[in-house]
Structure formats: C-alpha cells, structure tokens
C-alpha cells in the first residue's frame, strides 16, 4: 500500500486512519473532537482533507477515515485552509475566548469576531458525552436535535448516575466543564450549570474529603476489567502514603534495633 | 435511586400495569422497539411522563440519557403535556408558498405561544408539521384529528374562539 | 391497527398458496368469479382525497347503492380504492366499466349518481371535470389530459384495487413476480434482470439497484432487506400513495429483493405522519402471510422472508441511510460517521440493503417483463418511468408517472394544466430541500427530467416532489424556508450543518425583513460551499442547494431586498404594502368581507381602501379578488 501525503511518501499500515498516519509521520492535522483513546465521531470536520484513490478524489474525515489502498491526500490546499477558516469562525460565534479557537485561528488567518458572538461556551465536540459513555457513568448526552443541540444531563437534573470520575473535565477542548469539592461533595459544572453533586468519602484517618463514594463494579466492567477488585479504600491517599511509610520505618527499626522517631514529625 | 422515587412519588398517575403491558406484550421487551414503545406511551398519556422514562430504562437495561436523548431528538415527542385540543398546522412547502407560514404567526401571537408550545390554560397546543401529503388542498391544518382543508386565519380564529368557550 | 379491521377481509381461514403454480390458479379462480362488465365504481381514499371529505363520500355511496335496491344485476360495487392521482379535483371517483371520471363529489351527490349513472346510463355534467379554459367537459378518464400523458408503471395498481383486499390485488396481478422468481430464477438471475433493467434508486441519490443489491448478496452473514418509507421532503407524497395504494407491490419487490440476497428479514420503515399507510401495509402483510405469499416457506418453496413495520418518530434526517438503520435500532437517528457501505455492515452491523419505497414497486413488473422492456421507457442514463408528487401554483396538483426524460413543459403545462390565475409561470422546485430552484420561463423549461439533467442544473431528482412556483414567490423567502426547514431537521452533531445553517438561516430572515447588507450575498455562498462540502452525511452536504441555486439564478432578487428594501414579489411582509387600484376596484365587498383584521374599509361599489396600520398582510384580500385591483406595492 503506497501512501502520499502532501508529496511524501509515508508509512502506513493497511486499516490505520489517515489521522495516525500523519501523527506517526508529523504532518500536522487539526483536530478538534478527536482523541485517540476514543471511537472517531468525525464532527468538527476540521480534520478534513482531500483524498485521491484511483482516479476519484474527494473529501474524507482524516480521524475516521481508515486507508485500504494506494491513496493520494493533501491536508494542507487553499480550499481546506478557505473552508477551515468559515469553520474556525462559525465555532468561535459560539464559543469566544476559547484558547483552542484562538490558535487554530492564528494558524489559518480566521476572524474570531466575523460573526456576533452568542456564549454557548461550548463547540459541539461531543467529547464529553463520548467519554461519559465510555468511562463515566451515561450522565451527559447530546440533547436535543437540530441547531439547538446540547449537551445535558437527563431531564436536565442532577444525575443519579455521575461516579465524578471528572474525565468530562479533562477531555473539554474549551474548559467548559469544571468540579469542585465543596460541603463533603463534588460537583460537576457543566457550562455554568451542575450536573452532578456526589459525595466525598472521609478518611478514617485524617478526616479530610477525599475521593467519591461510588460502586466502581459496573464502570470496570464497561472498561472490560470486570475481574478486578474495585477499590474500597477507607483512608485518603496522604494518609495511606503516610501509614506505609510509618509502617516501613517501624520494621526497619524494629529490624536494627534502634529509637524509632515520631513519624508524624517529618517535613 | 433517591431521585426517581422520589419524582414517582410527585406524579403517581403513572400506571405500571399499563407500561408493562406495552413494553412486554406489545413489543416484547425488545430494546430495539423502544422508540415504538414511547410512542405508544405517548398515546397512552398525550406526552411521556417522566416516570414512564425511568421505568423504562430500568426494564430495557439502557441508561436513562440514552432514552432522553431520544425523547429530545424525535419532534414527535413531548416531555410536557399537551393541551386539550391540538392544532397541527402543516409547513409544508406547498402550504408554505399559500401561506401557512403566515397563519402559524397568526396563531402564535394570538395565543402567546410558540410553536410547540401549550397555553397556560391548557386549552390549546400549536404545532407545526412537515408535510401531511395533501398539498392539493393547501393550506391544510389538522384540528383535533380532524383535516381543514384551505384553512385560512378566519378559519383558525374560528377554532381559537371555540376552544376558549368550552 | 384496530381502526382498519373492519373493512379488512380475514383471510386466515384460508388454504395456503403451495407452489407458485398455484398462485395462477388463485387467480383465475378469483378473476371467474368477477365480471369485468359489471359496474365499479372506485372512490379514492388517498391522503388528498381523504382530507376533503372522500370517506364520507365513500360512505354515502354504499348507503345509496343499498338504498336503491332495485336491480341486482346492475347494482355497482362501490369500491375504496389508493389514490387516483387527480388530487386536486378530490373527492373523485371512477364510474367502470365505462371509465367515467366524477370530481369534486359531495355525499350529496351519491343518491343522483346511483339513480342517474348506475341505473340510468346519464351524465351528471355538473360533476364532470372540465379543463382549464376548455368549453366542454371531458367525461372519460383515459380523455382527461392529466391521466392520457402518463405512462403507469409503479402505479398500475394504485386507484384501481382496494389496497385492504389482497385479493384485489393477485386478480389485478400482484405477487406474480415472485411467483416467477420462485418458480426457476436463480438469484443471480435476479440480480442480472435489475442490472439489465438499469433500475436506479428512487430515493435520491440514484445508485444503481442491481449493483447495490449484487453486493449485499456478495457480503457474508445474515442479510436484511429494508425499505424506506420515511418520505419527509416536504411537498412530496409519492411514496405515501404507493404504500397507501398498493402495498403489494412494495411487499413483492421486498420479497424479490430478499431472495435476490439470499436475506430471511425485512424491515418497512415509514413516516410516522402516514398512519394510513401503515394501516394498508399491516394489511397486506397479514393477508399475504395468510396466504402464504410472504412468511414461512413462501408458496411451498423452502424460501422465508419475514416483514414488520417500524415507524418513525418524526425526524427528516432518518431518511439518510445510517440514520435510518440506528433509527431501526431504536436509536437516535444521526448519521454514523462511518465510511462503510450498509451493505457491508448497516443495521445490526450486518449487510442491510436498504431501498426506497418506489424503487421495490419497480422490481416486481421488472422481473415480470424483463429489463429491456423496462429500459424502453427513459433515457440512457435514467431507465423507466418516475413518480412526481406536481404541487404547488399549478392547475392540476397530483401524483404523475411519467417516462424519464420528459420535459418540464410536458410535466407542467401538458400533465399539469399551467399556471392558474393567469400568472407567469417562474420557477420549479425539485429534490426538497436538498434540491434547488430551476428558473422558468428561460431554456430550462424543455429540459428533459433526469437524474443528469437536473444535477447538471444545480437541483436534483430527489425523491420526486416537484414544486410550482409563479410570480408571486419570493424566492429569497423560499430558500429561507427551506434552510429553516434545515435547521429544525438537521441533526445537529456536524459543525458545517449546524452552524452554516444557524448562519445562512440569520441572515436570510435579516435580508427578508428588509436589514440585508452589503456583502450578504457573498456571505452565503462562502458559507453554503462549506456546508456543501465538509457536512458529514447527506442531508449536509446538499443543504444549502436552495440557497446557492436561488442566488445563481435569482441574484436580482436578492439585490431587490438588499438594496432596495423591496420584495418583488410580495411575500416578505415588511418590504411591500398592498394597495387598491381605485380604477378597477368595483367595491364588491369581498375583500372587506375576507380580511381577518378589519383593515379593509369602504361603501358598496366604491373602491376600498387598506389602512395599511392594521393590515397584517394575510394576502386573502389579494388572492380573493376578482378584478385584480389588489396591488403589491
């Protein structure tokens, strides 16, 4: 299989998409909805490029686009920098002073303020609904149908489902999600509006909120790692680091012979 | 679940004999029916009660987001109840171009509601629809099930006034 | 479907049809006991038809052919029939054997009818259809125009038998197809006859039927055969009359396409705003079942094919192949981003062959004639005929069948009748939404209609609704129609789509109210090519067609409302005030008479005047009046 990428032949195995494609051989691709750990949606359409195999050449999605035969493709011609730019600025009317946008925008010579803005503080990814499926536990979803798609929690209430694994938070090209720990809870905001509140558990040792209390049993079985025993810890982290390192330290000393120091007092 | 009992507990007029008798006899049970059986919920109850949804994800197994995601995405759902009479106008190209459009407004500002939208009194729902397939008798709205055919402003102030008096 | 069990016929008592040799027995049997002399008279109950009235028409008939009484021998069986095609002369009925054509029938008229037609062999002149600016009227249907220049294909059937009686429908031929296709095709030999025939999928997009079907059967694994009746191009109802019509037909050409594919499994998916159609399929299905032409062990012969209906739940997109397998899946109905064929992987993952409701009606009288003889009608690159749903500003609205490659004219002035009202014939709508605007009255009006043709031309065949547009439309308005027809319907997961359209739908309303700017226009051309271009399925990437084909051919329009803040055509309500011509206006009164806000003031046989602050510019004055003196200034 003879892959050409912007006139350079590069490597490629049969099936890979021509995103992995193009990272293994550093040519640059924007994405903007696509992480590798998850199935390609292809929605943004940023990553589009132009493909030729045989004689027909045409549009494809490069994050979802898998190469089975000799193909041409050009990422980077006048007309997918024309229309990425009306994407770039379409996006930002509804997400302004996204980091994210203002990037991409520089790169491809878009006006962030072509059109009036109206803050929906989000770009329609569709990340976090994918990753709330994958990991989380179903709590967000795109909502809705048409322009006024969403994303929303059922019947838009707090939801029952959230283990607060706070992947959404981290997956968010655009910073829209948050948490915060707050009255022994954690609450997920998603655009300004909670969607979850879980409560924290206390350390039995110090009292400090740490980690929420969650049944982790379905979310390792979606993850395929149904045999493992999920994890039930009484004590916080700091605390667990600490009762193993005074644990070490006593058997060390009970092993020499010598004073133990008080633990507790080491910076 | 705290918060579903707790919403069952709001509106109890939710019979799960009748659902049952949906999900299971009619359908089978199949997750793949499910959007056939929120119809049928839906005609049962004139919307789908939020209940009826919970139940629902729980006897099919599927997540709950996954069945508001499609009680949102299908315009012949409604999570709100209807009002008592329905007046579905249709949007079609064909009754657009003899002006629809405009009688939609007409409504709309009349009753103080959009499309889609019931009156606080319950009386009256608008709707629009795509295309009924009777573009020779256009404009053409549905009133209480029944087909106007050339319906006109006159004719729909007719069925304002009507609804308003019962 | 309990509102259609009583007019069903139970047929489960029935013997089981064993070979398909048997089947030619049923029917002679069927067709001994009916006299083709004996009168019928056949009353449409199409979704047109139903809509004013025909039901009750139906009704009157059968009470007054009971009433009547007299002779048993001329007695006429009143017969509820699919849609006749003549929708706009509804309610209608046939008078056979003598092929008497009765429009705009009232239950009132049904006692006169029995008395006068079936008993005394007279005319009822006032009930006959008269052409447009003809004298005499016409009382035959094979002299009407509008049914003389159509060639009947898909719809032999529809309008002639009752679509609740299967038998009905094996005496006028149904099934006889399959019976043919079991009785010794191959099928291979099957899938050849499509090729041959040149069928293309009535849908849309035009892919050839043959070579879909040939590789689905080629994929491993279990089969499905799914027909889409979720017709939702607003203005278009050829589908709905064909399911309505002649199931049969669509369950034969399943069952064809099924034992081409070697698939046990069907699936009907239609519009859930067609409940009169899903009434009919239910029908047939169980009358077909209980015959043994669809099931278990179909005709004695060791193919099965099993068939159900799933209705939609209201969404446009659901049209679009993916979305409509997810749909079936009971799912949400987008577009999967995948770029596999169905018929590799589609519904349940597995190989699906999914066809338009027209395109399986096509295959049943393919199989029975050969496929040359289907590609005696069309043209080269568009084999046979072609079902259009002819709406809009014209004369004649209705279903017509037509040959591919008839020319508009044919189909508008010819079939159609023109343009009423003695208005100037402007523009013809074709494809819905996905389509575009074709300019009339210039070289485009002898265009001959094909898939090429009309893609050539920036419109496309769609799935056949063909909208009539006169002078009186606004064609900025109507592309802001339909790309707000766009914006509800679009799925909203794809960037381009949903926010090209958000954009496009903005500014074309600011341009319809009279706030255009300079530079709008080439606004939405940049942003109809990046919809056009990098949508994700394939309500995206024709979406913005109304635009960019009204602004090609319509760029004056445009300009109009931009710069000069007027409608030409009187539509967009802030950029034009009606006005009575006081020469012409004779004071009749009826303007007066219609308008819902008391905006029209004057004395009898005095012109009226418009007080243009209460005016809400309904248009009934303009259209109600019979002297033309409403003017659009």
Not at chain 1, 61 to 83: G, V
Not at chain 3, 355 to 382: D, F, K
Not at chain 3, 475 to 503: H, K
Request: charged share 25%.
């Amino acid at each position: 299989m003879k892959i050409v990428m912007d006139g350079k032949e590069v490597a490629a195995e049969r099936g890979q998409t021509i995103v992995e494609v193009a990272r293994r051989n550093g040519v640059y691709i924007p994405t903007l909805c696509h992480v590798p750990a998850l199935e390609p949606a292809a929605m943004c359409r940023i990553c589009t490029v132009e493909l030729a195999e045989g004689r027909r050449s045409r549009l494809v999605t490069a994050c979802n686009y898998p190469l089975r035969s000799d193909a041409e493709i050009h990422t980077d011609t006048p007309l997918l920098r024309q229309n990425r730019k009306v994407l770039i600025e379409l996006l930002a009317s509804r997400c302004p002073g996204s980091e994210t946008l203002r990037e991409l925008a520089e790169r491809y010579g878009a006006d962030l303020n072509r059109f009036p803005a109206e803050d929906r503080q989000c770009i329609m990814c569709g990340l976090c609904a994918r990753v709330c499926e994958r990991v989380g536990g179903n709590v967000l979803a795109l909502c809705g149908r048409g322009v006024e798609i969403r994303v929303d929690t059922s019947f838009g209430r707090l939801s029952p489902t959230c283990i607060a694994c706070t992947a959404c938070v981290q997956i968010c090209p655009v910073n829209a999600i948050r948490f915060e720990d707050v009255d022994g809870e954690r609450r997920v905001i998603v655009r300004g509006k909670e969607a979850s509140r879980v409560p924290l558990r206390r350390c039995t040792s110090c009292g400090a909120r740490f980690g929420p209390v969650i049944d982790l049993v379905p979310v390792l079985e979606r993850a395929g790692e149904s045999g493992v025993p999920p994890f039930n810890a009484s004590v916080c982290p700091a605390c667990s680091r600490r009762n193993l390192a005074r644990r070490l330290a006593e058997r060390h000393f009970e092993q020499h012979a010598v004073e133990p120091r008080d633990a507790g007092e080491e910076s | 679940m705290s918060e579903s009992e707790a919403i069952c507990c709001q509106e109890p007029e939710v019979d799960f004999v009748v659902l049952d008798r949906i999900i299971h006899e009619e359908f089978g049970g199949r997750r793949e029916k499910m959007i056939m059986m929120m119809q049928t919920i839906q005609r049962h109850y004139r919307y789908l009660p939020e209940p009826a949804l919970y139940y629902l994800a729980q006897v099919l197994g599927v997540p709950l987001t996954k069945i508001y995601e499609v009680a949102t995405f299908y315009a012949s759902f409604s999570l709100v109840p209807k009002g008592k009479h329905l007046l579905h106008v249709c949007t079609g190209t064909a009754c657009h171009l003899r002006g629809s459009g405009g009688m939609v407004r007409h409504v709309a500002a009349k009753l103080g509601i959009a499309p889609g939208g019931t009156t606080p009194d319950m009386k009256f729902t608008l709707e629009t629809v795509n295309c009924l397939g009777a573009c020779a008798v256009a404009p053409v709205v549905v009133y209480d099930d029944k087909y106007y055919p050339q319906a006109n402003v006159g004719k729909l102030n007719e069925f304002i006034e009507k609804a308003n008096a019962d | 479907m309990a509102t259609a069990t009583s007019v069903v016929p139970d047929l489960a008592w029935t013997k089981k049809i064993s070979s398909p040799h048997e089947l030619a027995d049923y029917r002679q049997a069927l067709l001994a006991g009916m006299d083709p002399d004996a009168p019928c008279i056949r009353v449409c109950c199409g979704t047109g038809c139903k809509a004013v009235g025909s039901l009750d028409v139906l009704e009157a008939m059968k009470a007054a052919v009971a009433a009547a009484g007299v002779d048993v021998k001329v007695m006429p069986e009143v017969k509820r029939t699919g849609c006749h095609g003549f929708c706009s002369r509804g309610p209608l009925l046939t008078f056979q054997p003598q092929g008497l054509f009765y429009q705009r029938v009232t239950p009132g008229d049904a006692a006169e009818i029995i008395q006068k037609t079936a008993v005394g062999g007279e005319l009822i002149p006032r009930l006959l259809y008269k052409p447009p600016g003809a004298k005499e009227p016409i009382a035959k249907v094979g002299d009407i125009p509008f049914f003389a220049k159509q060639t009947k294909v898909v719809l032999q059937r529809v309008g002639r038998i009752d679509p609740f009686d299967i038998r009905d429908a094996i005496a006028a031929g149904a099934y006889e197809g399959l019976a043919k296709v079991l009785s010794g095709m191959t099928p291979q030999q099957v899938i050849e006859e499509i090729k041959t025939s040149r069928l293309r999928g009535r849908g849309g997009a035009g892919f050839p039927t043959g070579i879909k079907w040939e590789s689905c059967a080629a994929q491993p694994g279990r089969h499905y055969v799914i027909c889409n009746g979720d017709e939702g191009d607003p203005g278009a109802f050829m589908d709905a009359s064909v399911m309505e019509g002649d199931p049969h037909a669509v369950l034969e050409g399943m069952a064809i396409a099924a034992y081409a594919m070697g698939s046990d499994r069907g699936f009907l998916y239609v519009r859930l705003e067609y409940p009169l159609a899903v009434q009919t399929l239910a029908a047939a299905i169980r009358q077909a079942e209980d015959l043994g032409l669809i099931g278990r062990n179909i005709m004695g012969t060791d193919f099965s094919f099993r068939t159900s209906i799933s209705t939609g739940a209201g969404a446009f997109v659901c049209g679009e192949s993916s979305a409509l397998m997810s749909s079936l899946e009971g799912k949400v109905g987008r577009p999967r981003a995948k770029y596999i064929r169905s018929t590799e992987k589609g519904f349940r993952d597995s190989p699906s062959n999914l066809n338009n409701v027209e395109t399986y009606a096509n295959v049943p009288a393919i199989i029975l004639r050969g496929g040359p003889w289907y590609t005696s009608y069309g043209t080269e690159r568009s084999a046979g005929t072609k079902v259009f749903s002819l709406t809009g500003n014209v004369h004649n609205v209705g279903l017509v069948e037509v040959p591919m490659g008839t020319s508009l004219r044919e189909i508008v002035y010819g079939i159609g009748g023109g343009i009423p009202n003695k208005k100037e014939l402007k523009a013809v709508q074709t494809g819905g939404p996905s389509g575009g605007c074709i300019p009339i009255p210039s070289k485009f009006l002898d265009i001959n209609v094909g898939f090429g043709k009309l893609a050539e031309i920036g419109s496309m065949m769609g799935s056949g609704g063909m909208i009539v547009m006169d002078e009186n439309t606004c064609m900025v308005e109507v592309s802001r129609y339909f790309i707000n027809f766009l914006v509800e319907e679009s799925c909203g997961q794809c960037t381009p789509c949903r926010e090209g359209l958000t954009r496009m739908k903005e500014t074309l309303t600011r341009i319809t109210v009279g706030e255009g700017r300079e530079g709008d226009i080439e606004m939405l051309e940049e942003i109809g090519t990046f919809t056009n271009s990098f949508s994700l399925c394939g309500l995206g990437t024709s979406a913005a067609n109304p635009v960019l084909s009204t602004i090609k051919y319509f760029r004056e329009e445009y300009d109009a409302h931009i710069h000069d803040k007027k409608c030409p055509a009187g539509v967009c309500k802030p950029l034009f005030y009606y006005e009575i011509d006081p020469e012409t206006c004779t004071g009749c009164g009826l303007c007066r008479k219609r308008c819902p806000a008391a905006a029209v003031e004057g004395e009898k046989k005095k012109p009226h005047t418009i007080h243009q602050e209460l005016c809400i510019k309904c248009m009934e004055c303009y259209r109600s009046c019979k002297f033309d003196s409403i003017r659009i200034k």
